[in-house]
């Protein structure tokens, strides 16, 4: 194999500069994150030494060669690393493109799959309580899998769906609102344990009825409005806020009335006293939650 070496955007002396286009990168693992970084901290003078192997670049980051190596190529498919035609020398690059158009055509290469795991990752982010962390990029195919065997346990066909019950039971329990957990610790890695099962098949039991749909309902977010009417077969595309005085607001709905807007109707010290269908006998006259 040539010698091959690491070039980069000139870098500070001192430190490495990492920029957000990396950092907040949506499809990249922190691994490869912390790999990119790694490789520009041995550019010196805007290039790095010559290395026979990527072994020896391992070897002088202290890395698994392994691991390394897929790096560079989940690096290289989303344009942060670029083999130049001189010999076998790679150049790190900041992708410095449209931030909308990048994700738009992500979205468009992504596969059926990828666009599931992606979704998963949606749901969680959507539906989780406010205290269990945050994911990003693609949900991990060994926690899809684990994923499966749950929603099979239950019969359930649609992921998204029974992602959402078993956080919404998390909502609803007091003991999750204390102590935040990940995805492992709720369905565990692998074959989970039948504990797990256990546990998971209950809370999606509990993820039913009026106690459910009251934890699962936030009248701060537009989102539950929509779903709440949903649920009560009223279908609107879109919410609109309001600040009106409650018999003001009962005329206001009555004139306006558009098909495809919900109206939610707060006074000025921001208590929701009307919305749309309040008075008509729609079931929805009252609010699922008091909080």
Same mark, same amino acid.
Request: charged residues 30%; glycine residues 6%; proline residues 4%.
């Given at each position: 194999m040539k010698p091959f070496c690491f070039a980069t955007p000139p870098l500070s002396n001192n430190f490495t500069q990492v920029p957000n286009a990396v950092i907040f990168h949506e499809t990249l693992t922190d691994r490869d994150k912390v790999i990119w970084i790694s490789l520009c901290s041995l550019c010196k003078q805007g290039e790095s030494d010559l290395f026979v192997s990527v072994a020896e670049v391992a070897a002088e980051l202290g890395l698994p060669a392994r691991n390394l190596q897929r790096s560079i190529k989940a690096l290289a498919e989303n344009g942060f690393i670029v083999k130049l035609d001189r010999g076998a020398r790679y150049q790190l690059k900041i992708d410095s493109s449209d931030p909308a158009k990048a994700v738009e055509e992500k979205e468009r290469k992504l596969s059926g799959r990828q666009q599931l795991r992606q979704g998963l990752v949606e749901t969680w982010n959507n539906k989780k309580p406010e205290n269990f962390p945050t994911m990003r990029g693609l949900l991990p195919e060994a926690r899809l899998d684990v994923l499966m065997q749950?929603?099979?346990?239950?019969?359930?066909?649609?992921?998204?769906?029974?992602?959402?019950?078993?956080?919404?039971?998390?909502?609803?329990?007091?003991?999750? !609102? +204390? #102590?935040?957990?990940?995805?492992?610790?709720?369905?565990?890695?692998?074959?989970?344990?039948? !504990? +797990? #099962?256990e546990k998971t098949q209950k809370m999606h039991q509990e993820a039913k009825g009026d106690k459910a749909e009251a934890a699962g309902f936030d009248r701060n977010n537009d989102t539950s409005w929509l779903e709440w009417f949903a649920s009560k077969g009223h279908e609107f595309s879109k919410v609109e806020r309001v600040t009106m005085e409650r018999f003001e607001a009962w005329k206001h709905e009555t004139d306006v009335a558009a098909e495809d807007t919900l109206y939610i109707y707060s006074d000025e010290e921001g208590n929701v006293v009307h919305w749309t269908y309040k008075e008509h006998q729609a079931g929805v006259s009252y609010l699922p939650t008091a909080n």
């Amino acid at each position: 194999m040539k010698p091959f070496c690491f070039a980069t955007p000139p870098l500070s002396n001192n430190f490495t500069q990492v920029p957000n286009a990396v950092i907040f990168h949506e499809t990249l693992t922190d691994r490869d994150k912390v790999i990119w970084i790694s490789l520009c901290s041995l550019c010196k003078q805007g290039e790095s030494d010559l290395f026979v192997s990527v072994a020896e670049v391992a070897a002088e980051l202290g890395l698994p060669a392994r691991n390394l190596q897929r790096s560079i190529k989940a690096l290289a498919e989303n344009g942060f690393i670029v083999k130049l035609d001189r010999g076998a020398r790679y150049q790190l690059k900041i992708d410095s493109s449209d931030p909308a158009k990048a994700v738009e055509e992500k979205e468009r290469k992504l596969s059926g799959r990828q666009q599931l795991r992606q979704g998963l990752v949606e749901t969680w982010n959507n539906k989780k309580p406010e205290n269990f962390p945050t994911m990003r990029g693609l949900l991990p195919e060994a926690r899809l899998d684990v994923l499966m065997q749950h929603a099979e346990m239950v019969e359930c066909e649609d992921l998204n769906e029974y992602l959402g019950k078993i956080l919404l039971a998390c909502k609803m329990n007091d003991w999750y !609102k +204390k #102590f935040p957990q990940t995805f492992d610790n709720i369905f565990g890695v692998g074959t989970p344990s039948p !504990k +797990k #099962f256990e546990k998971t098949q209950k809370m999606h039991q509990e993820a039913k009825g009026d106690k459910a749909e009251a934890a699962g309902f936030d009248r701060n977010n537009d989102t539950s409005w929509l779903e709440w009417f949903a649920s009560k077969g009223h279908e609107f595309s879109k919410v609109e806020r309001v600040t009106m005085e409650r018999f003001e607001a009962w005329k206001h709905e009555t004139d306006v009335a558009a098909e495809d807007t919900l109206y939610i109707y707060s006074d000025e010290e921001g208590n929701v006293v009307h919305w749309t269908y309040k008075e008509h006998q729609a079931g929805v006259s009252y609010l699922p939650t008091a909080n």
